[in-house]
């Protein structure tokens, strides 16, 4: 067949074929309104195979290309997963994530969580160190903030209830950021991460150890033990994730590194959606429960242990069995 | 079926049996995608923060909210919401796919965005550039690690119009390859002075058995009898 012929025969059918592309990608009409659209997509592969095996010029072939790759793209979608099964994600995936990756979730959690007891040790046993750690002005901000002569709480003195609103945003932008550094920072040979682990260990466990040694400890570790069962939880996490890149690059096994970067950055990628999780609701108790002065601090202590003990529970036993709730 | 292409074409097999083509993009495209992507981001928390500002301590909240959606959600929504295209991308002509040539999903665009940051050390994206121009797709470490592929969006090019010429049949069959050229010979001589098209031309003089200086004029005719009366 010549392809004039070729074309003004099909021609209509091409066109209509655009037509619904466009539709599709503006997001018009739903995928499942067009019933003949897998049809239409093959018959236009087959003229695509037709024209390219009959030598037909390239401004026949090219455009034809280009519909066939536009119907591809419309035909073949990754079902994303992260909407449809947040429940299952949450109550049985990412524990069971947590529990297969204890190894790196066991590193990360010894070198964040000793440095950090290591250095409030060191500075409650050598005051001065705090100097060599963490700068004299953020000292003073932190004594600052914590002065048990205050009323509320948190980075001001007293705050209202917008304050509450502002703190949680500046957390929710600070404390997920440093989740996403710590990860990041993976991909070079997970060095990044053990890095940023360290580092934060010090800064958090020198703080802690210089208020306690000067006498604010009431203050402070009322304030930090409710939502840091969540926030150091997750840095941890960000961090155990990180170094699994990393260690896809170290040691890929009998895949190229390449491809064992790619599944390892799928399984850590899964983890981290886990970790903003954790934040955001560190967070909220962080803006709102922990900055409260009403509560006697016994309580605070109480729903602290408590909330440790959920978090651990959580990652060890929820969706031990197959048949979790899905 | 084809032999390996000379540029950078990146060949996909579909189910269906056909191979497609994407044209992966360069370093240049994508840093000037960036720049007018950072841009945008900067015009608009600019314009958001001043009223933002006025509203007092909540105002302060919403904006920290905002500034942590811009500075680490921007590109995942687009990318995932707008056919793989951040407005900066959009303006160059450029997409995201994954390597299969599919679109691509929460997952693959978060991995891409956020190991963004390694990309950037240790300063002004310069792993990025490195893997990127190493890379025979130019892919830097995100797209590494996520398995994505930043490509040109084509659009369908205007038809050029074959000269007139009086049809006609080769008493000899032509292989694809060569049908091809010829029928790219005569749809591209718009484009050429006309020196050039007479050097072309005169290079299949022999086997056409014409003189040099009608060979174009013959080879047009072939062109015209390939593709059938219009």
């Known amino acids: 067949m010549k392809q004039s012929l070729f074309e003004s025969r099909h021609q209509p059918q091409w066109q209509a074929f655009a037509e619904q592309l466009k539709q599709l990608e503006q997001g018009k009409r739903k995928a499942g309104d067009m019933a003949d659209f897998p049809h239409q997509y093959r018959r236009l592969c087959q003229h695509l195979a037709l024209a390219q095996e009959r030598g037909y010029s390239s401004y026949l072939v090219d455009p034809l290309q280009q519909l066939a790759l536009r119907g591809h793209q419309q035909l073949y979608r990754h079902r994303s997963r992260l909407t449809a099964n947040i429940l299952s994600f949450v109550l049985a995936d990412f524990p069971r994530l947590v529990r297969e990756q204890w190894r790196f979730v066991l590193i990360a959690g010894l070198l964040f969580f000793g440095s950090l007891v290591v250095v409030a040790l060191l500075v409650y046993l050598f005051p001065e160190l705090v100097y060599s750690i963490v700068s004299p002005q953020q000292v003073a901000e932190m004594q600052g903030m914590y002065d048990p002569e205050a009323s509320r709480l948190g980075r001001l003195a007293d705050r209202a209830a917008s304050e509450d609103w502002m703190m949680f945003g500046y957390y929710v932008m600070h404390n997920i950021g440093i989740a996403f550094q710590t990860f990041a920072a993976g991909l070079l040979f997970g060095l990044g991460s053990v890095f940023f682990l360290i580092y934060n260990g010090l800064i958090i466990g020198a703080i802690s150890g210089h208020l306690t040694e000067i006498g604010y400890g009431q203050t402070f ?44 950055a799928r399984k850590s990628m899964q983890m981290l959606c886990g970790v903003m999780l954790l934040l955001l609701i560190a967070a909220f108790i962080e803006a709102y429960w922990s900055s409260s002065t009403t509560t006697a601090a016994w309580i605070k202590y109480l729903v602290g242990a408590v909330l440790w003990l959920l978090v651990a529970a959580y990652l060890t036993l929820t969706g031990r069995t197959r048949h979790a709730p899905e | 079926m084809q032999s390996a292409p000379l540029d950078t074409r990146y060949q996909i097999e579909t189910p269906e049996g056909i191979d497609l083509p994407l044209r992966p993009a360069g370093l240049l495209p994508r840093a000037l995608a960036f720049a007018f992507d950072l841009g945008v981001r900067g015009l608009a928390m600019g314009i958001l923060l001043v009223p933002l500002a006025l509203l007092g301590n909540i105002g302060i909240g919403l904006g920290s909210l905002l500034l942590f959606l811009v500075s680490w959600w921007y590109m995942v929504l687009f990318e995932v919401l707008n056919q793989g295209c951040s407005p900066g991308k959009q303006v160059m002509g450029l997409r995201v796919v994954q390597d299969d040539g599919t679109p691509i999903g929460w997952s693959a665009s978060l991995i891409r965005n956020l190991l963004r940051f390694v990309d950037m050390l240790p300063f002004g994206y310069f792993f990025g550039a490195v893997s990127c121009l190493q890379h025979p797709h130019f892919k830097r470490l995100g797209d590494l690690a996520a398995g994505t592929l930043v490509i040109y969006r084509q659009q369908p090019a205007a038809r050029p119009k074959i000269p007139q010429a009086a049809p006609l049949g080769l008493p000899f069959t032509l292989e694809l390859n060569e049908q091809r050229a010829i029928l790219g010979f005569a749809e591209r001589q718009g484009e050429l002075s006309a020196e050039r098209v007479h050097e072309l031309a005169s290079i299949l003089a022999m086997p056409l058995q014409v003189p040099a200086a009608r060979a174009a004029e013959q080879l047009n005719g072939v062109a015209r009898g390939l593709l059938g009366p219009t």
């Open chain 1, 221 to 264: 570790w009322s304030f930090v033990i409710g939502h840091g069962a969540f926030e150091l939880t997750a840095i941890a996490l960000a961090g155990a994730a990180g170094l699994q890149l990393g260690w896809a690059l170290i040691a890929p096994g009998r895949l190229t590194r390449a491809e064992s970067l790619r599944l390892a």
